[in-house]
């Protein structure tokens, strides 16, 4: 409820405009108080009102009303940083949404034969609403190859600290490698096409694939230095390991009898055993 401020005289009476209305008083910069308010008894031993009522001064508290949100008046709103991270993580995972539509219509369809319209039905949403996380079908492809990769790329910081064998990170590795291919993502990583991508695209596409190759043969180097893999040549086993699970986007469908993580312990068992360290003739 809004109190008339007045300034109080030594009288203790309020200055009066012509009109015979008390004058109003800004707020002191300093206290909060109307200027000389104080809160104490004036001479006639009364505090200063206005029409019956106790000015800001004045020891009477008046009642803060509750803050539109729900929260009390003295305790702060909710952060508008907070609610900007939250829209941040939604976009996200909406957008990462839009991404796996598109892998799994082109693993169905293809990509030439997919639209933006059908990946837009998918989700039950507008064609603009697929704009606003993505350019095009183009960026749509490459992003389907990234999120692929980015996948195989954790699994090598994943193994990177631990203190196991080279071949045991090399197992957790190809096992990761096996189950994204065998994922929605399978298909554009491994039958995307350099034509359908701009050069730009293109390179960092072949950059990525570099680094999972060379990962590869890092961790093949790795355990034929700790005596976990048998000595062989690093380049032509990574090609021959990435080559027999990139097949599997060929052929794996989902629904089948068996699932991704399945195959990948298969492919996991077949590799193990040929990797083995050999034993000597005499032993």
């Not at 990462?96 to 598109?102: F, G, S």
């Not at 350019?135 to 203190?163: H, M, P, Y």
């Not at 097949?247 to 083995?276: C, P």
Request: include cysteine.
């Amino acid at each position: 409820m809004s109190t008339r401020r007045v300034r109080v005289p030594a009288t203790g009476k309020p200055r009066m405009r012509a009109d015979g209305k008390a004058a109003r008083e800004a707020r002191s910069p300093t206290n909060g108080k109307a200027a000389g308010t104080d809160g104490k008894p004036h001479a006639n031993g009364k505090p200063a009102t206005v029409d019956g009522k106790p000015l800001d001064g004045d020891i009477t508290p008046v009642a803060r009303p509750a803050a539109a949100n729900g929260h009390g008046a003295d305790r702060p709103p909710p952060s508008p940083w907070r609610a900007s991270r939250e829209r941040q993580h939604d976009r996200e995972v909406k957008r990462e949404a839009v991404i796996r539509a598109a892998a799994h219509a082109f693993n169905l369809k293809g990509y030439h034969n997919t639209s933006l319209d059908d990946i837009a039905a998918a989700l039950e949403v507008t064609k603009p609403t697929v704009y606003y996380y993505v350019t095009n079908k183009e960026q749509l492809l490459f992003e389907c190859f990234v999120a692929g990769v980015e996948q195989i790329r954790a699994s090598f910081r994943e193994v990177r600290d631990q203190d196991i064998t080279g071949r045991e990170r090399l197992h957790a590795v190809l096992r990761h490698y096996a189950k994204t291919i065998a994922s929605e993502f399978g298909w554009v990583m491994v039958r995307v096409e350099e034509q359908d991508l701009s050069p730009d695209m293109s390179s960092h596409i072949k950059a990525m694939k570099s680094e999972i190759d060379q990962g590869i043969r890092r961790l093949i180097r790795e355990g034929i230095q700790d005596g976990s893999i048998h000595p062989c040549d690093p380049k032509m086993t990574a090609f021959a390991l990435a080559g027999s699970l990139n097949w599997i986007a060929h052929w794996y469908r989902e629904n089948r009898s068996m699932t991704a993580a399945e195959i990948a312990d298969a492919f996991i068992t077949v590799f193990d055993n040929g990797l083995q360290p050999r034993r000597s003739a005499r032993s």
